[in-house]
């Protein structure tokens, strides 16, 4: 059984039972022979391939951008968003109410600090500004109370966080050093190796079971995109030649990433290649559900994207000017979005992309039902 939602973009021969030469962008514009199709609520239509028994309808997507008065980096399923602003530094936002994250000397006035991630149970990572100045490496605010945790410095190097997961293990590299680390309150350090030893290592995202994706690199080459087990073990997935914004893994196990212009995915055994938007830039944001985002170039010009379950969007920004684009950071469960615009010759600004439509929605994936 097969449905393709409108708005779905369709081009080729489909060798489905009833189906002809599909035509142009959507299925508004596609030419089709004994096809039945049905009525959604929200008012969409749903064409019915094969085999149409009783399926889940998703509602069409859309959304409605607003912009912040920060930088935003993440968002979790709550709808909390973190991000940094020159005023207070790191910050939490959720529901139109903007706080700053407290200092590790309680201050309340702008200071060093700007956020990297946030988890599903609120808790914030963030990092002082200037590397190796600070008495320790990394700050972590939890909820209820979001007091700042001080992480202090690894062994050796001056740690630059990436991610934190739920169980608040923490990956960065030590650029200065070249080495790279995970850190967790009961284990304290553990370096991450290459998959060579020749290599340095780059974790970029972590899982809440705990595995590791990242790359390795020299001076002069390119290395391998990895995924590191909970106990260290390494596994070379492909060659990191080409990559174009930094890997990322989901609960699942599902690591993704870009490679030149194709969108890569591996769960078990040889990568995958997926369907990858026209002019693909960077892959910059994966969602639980699976939902990607990123940068492409159509027509010399830069734009946002997300890609999910074969429907590509565009995410531009409200109020753009020539040369504005979205570079979309965060992506949860249900299909909110949050990213930076790009200006030129004018500073960057946030932007949340709430979900809106006829209906509510929420990603996930279709079951078909007898």
Same mark, same amino acid.
């Given at each position: 059984?097969? $449905?393709?939602?409108? !708005?779905?973009?369709?081009?080729?021969?489909?060798?489905? &039972?009833?189906?002809?030469?599909?035509?142009?962008? /959507?299925?508004?514009?596609?030419?089709?022979?004994?096809?039945? @199709?049905?009525?959604?609520?929200?008012? !969409?239509?749903?064409? *019915?391939?094969?085999? *149409?028994?009783?399926?889940?309808?998703?509602?069409?997507?859309?959304?409605? +951008?607003?912009?912040?008065?920060?930088? &935003?980096?993440?968002?979790?399923?709550?709808?909390?968003?973190?991000?940094?602003?020159?005023?207070? /530094?790191?910050?939490?936002?959720?529901?139109?109410?903007?706080?700053?994250?407290?200092?590790?000397?309680?201050?309340?006035?702008?200071?060093?600090?700007?956020?990297?991630?946030?988890?599903?149970?609120?808790?914030?990572?963030?990092?002082?500004?200037?590397?190796?100045?600070?008495?320790?490496?990394?700050?972590?605010?939890?909820? +209820?109370?979001?007091?700042?945790? +001080?992480?202090?410095?690894?062994?050796?190097?001056?740690? %630059?966080?990436?991610?934190?997961?739920?169980?608040?293990?923490?990956?960065?590299?030590? !650029?200065?050093?070249?080495?790279?680390?995970?850190?967790?309150?009961?284990?304290?350090?553990?370096?991450?190796?290459?998959?060579? &030893? %020749? @290599?340095?290592?780059?974790?970029?995202?972590?899982?809440?079971?705990?595995?590791?994706?990242?790359?390795?690199?020299?001076?002069?080459?390119?290395?391998?995109?990895?995924?590191?087990?909970?106990?260290?073990?390494?596994?070379?997935?492909?060659? #990191?030649?080409?990559?174009? !914004? @930094?890997?990322?893994?989901?609960?699942?196990?599902?690591?993704? $990433?870009?490679?030149?212009?194709?969108?890569?995915?591996?769960?078990?055994?040889?990568?995958?290649?997926?369907?990858?938007?026209?002019?693909? %830039?960077?892959?910059?944001?994966?969602?639980?559900?699976?939902?990607?985002?990123?940068?492409?170039?159509?027509?010399?010009?830069?734009?946002?994207?997300?890609?999910?379950?074969?429907?590509?969007?565009?995410?531009?920004?409200?109020?753009?000017?020539?040369?504005?684009?979205? %570079?979309?950071?965060?992506?949860?469960? *249900?299909?909110?979005?949050?990213?930076?615009?790009?200006?030129?010759?004018?500073?960057?600004?946030?932007?949340?992309?709430?979900?809106?439509?006829?209906?509510?929605? *929420?990603?996930? +994936?279709?079951? #078909?039902?007898?």
């Amino acid at each position: 059984m097969q $449905w393709l939602e409108m !708005g779905s973009e369709v081009s080729g021969w489909h060798n489905h &039972p009833g189906a002809t030469r599909l035509v142009g962008r /959507g299925l508004i514009n596609a030419r089709w022979l004994a096809t039945r @199709f049905f009525p959604l609520l929200a008012g !969409g239509i749903m064409l *019915c391939l094969s085999g *149409c028994g009783l399926t889940q309808v998703q509602p069409p997507r859309s959304w409605s +951008p607003v912009a912040l008065q920060f930088l &935003p980096v993440a968002i979790n399923n709550s709808e909390v968003i973190a991000g940094s602003n020159e005023t207070l /530094g790191a910050v939490r936002y959720h529901n139109g109410a903007l706080a700053g994250l407290a200092h590790i000397n309680h201050s309340t006035g702008g200071g060093p600090y700007r956020a990297v991630d946030i988890t599903t149970s609120g808790a914030i990572l963030g990092i002082p500004d200037q590397l190796g100045l600070a008495s320790y490496a990394a700050v972590t605010w939890s909820p +209820p109370t979001f007091n700042p945790f +001080p992480i202090g410095k690894p062994p050796v190097g001056f740690l %630059e966080p990436q991610a934190m997961n739920n169980s608040q293990l923490v990956i960065g590299w030590a !650029g200065d050093a070249q080495l790279a680390w995970k850190w967790s309150l009961t284990q304290g350090y553990t370096e991450l190796k290459p998959h060579l &030893p %020749e @290599f340095h290592a780059r974790p970029t995202d972590v899982n809440d079971t705990g595995f590791i994706v990242g790359y390795d690199t020299t001076n002069v080459s390119a290395g391998s995109v990895l995924l590191w087990s909970p106990g260290g073990a390494v596994t070379t997935l492909d060659t #990191a030649a080409g990559l174009r !914004g @930094f890997p990322r893994i989901r609960n699942s196990g599902e690591v993704v $990433w870009a490679n030149a212009t194709q969108i890569k995915r591996w769960s078990a055994g040889p990568a995958v290649t997926a369907v990858a938007p026209a002019g693909l %830039e960077k892959l910059t944001a994966l969602s639980e559900a699976g939902r990607l985002a990123g940068t492409l170039k159509t027509n010399g010009v830069l734009r946002g994207w997300t890609l999910y379950q074969g429907t590509l969007s565009f995410l531009d920004p409200p109020d753009a000017q020539p040369g504005d684009y979205v %570079e979309p950071t965060g992506i949860n469960a *249900c299909g909110s979005i949050v990213g930076v615009v790009h200006r030129t010759g004018n500073p960057d600004y946030g932007v949340y992309f709430t979900r809106s439509g006829p209906v509510f929605w *929420c990603d996930t +994936p279709a079951v #078909a039902t007898q």
